[in-house]
């Protein structure tokens, strides 16, 4: 497969990320789904094929290997289980390692490709940095350098909607790059839209022209009709099986690219 490239602000000299507002991290998101498979159709996307694809990648000019592991439990720091892991140890200098919980996920595809996109956006955001700090000391110090484990580990509960707060209630900005990535990865803003539209258009849903929103631009979204609640459970089972995720999890994306009302 292709190497994935990929170029976004960072800090000097440390490279790691500067910060993002959610529509750059949805922009970037958008960008690697391209490289990867090459179109925009929603596809649900299978695990297999995506760690496929999923191999080779140079990010602000740092290349490195993913490595997936989906046969194994995973834990925390704290031996607390967790659905997935982002991690870097620098024994392979230049690879960074994507585990899965398979006791977890197991049986829950929906669960499985969020988990991934999730920790996948760890990767990109949060190992580059990590990768060039270790690539370094190999080669001032060989095998013998001591390089800090940095791990990222997803969420304990089966819930791809993660929280972005620490449990003391501060911004967790690398959760919230990776969730963030994780909606623009699986659910692009417009191509959410334009299958959006169409579904509307076949129910009658109304449109409006009066709302700013970050899909198509100069394209209508769902005006507040109080339209109900079975025609629009519809339309979010509709879009997840069409883009391989939940209903929660598309409603959850409609409202942040302001495609339906808040209160909806």
Not at 207 to 214: C, L
């Amino acid at each position: 497969m292709p190497v994935v490239t990929l170029s976004y602000p960072c800090r000097l000299p440390s490279l790691e990320p500067c910060a993002m507002k959610a529509p750059v991290i949805w922009g970037i998101a958008k960008n690697v789904r391209a490289q990867l498979y090459g179109d925009y159709r929603p596809t649900p996307m299978v695990m297999d094929e995506l760690e496929r694809r999923c191999s080779d990648f140079l990010v602000n000019g740092i290349a490195f290997k993913v490595a997936w592991d989906r046969s194994v439990p995973v834990h925390n720091d704290a031996g607390k289980p967790v659905l997935g892991l982002c991690d870097y140890d620098g024994e392979v200098p230049n690879e960074v390692m994507l585990c899965l919980n398979r006791d977890l996920i197991a049986g829950s595809p929906h669960v499985e490709i969020a988990t991934a996109a999730h920790e996948l956006g760890h990767a990109l955001f949060d190992m580059p940095a990590a990768v060039r700090k270790g690539m370094q000391q190999r080669f001032r110090f060989g095998d013998d350098s001591s390089i800090k484990r940095i791990a990222h580990p997803a969420i304990t509960e089966r819930n791809p909607i993660n929280s972005n707060r620490t449990p003391s209630g501060e911004m967790n900005w690398e959760e919230y790059r990776a969730n963030e990535f994780m909606g623009g990865f699986l659910a692009p803003a417009t191509m959410l839209h334009k299958r959006l539209m169409i579904l509307a258009f076949q129910l009658s849903l109304p449109m409006t022209e009066q709302r700013q929103h970050f899909g198509i631009a100069g394209h209508p979204v769902l005006a507040d009709c109080r339209q109900s609640l079975p025609d629009l459970d519809h339309v979010y089972e509709q879009l997840g099986m069409e883009f391989g995720v939940s209903s929660q999890f598309i409603r959850v994306r409609l409202l942040k690219y302001r495609l339906i009302p808040e209160d909806l």
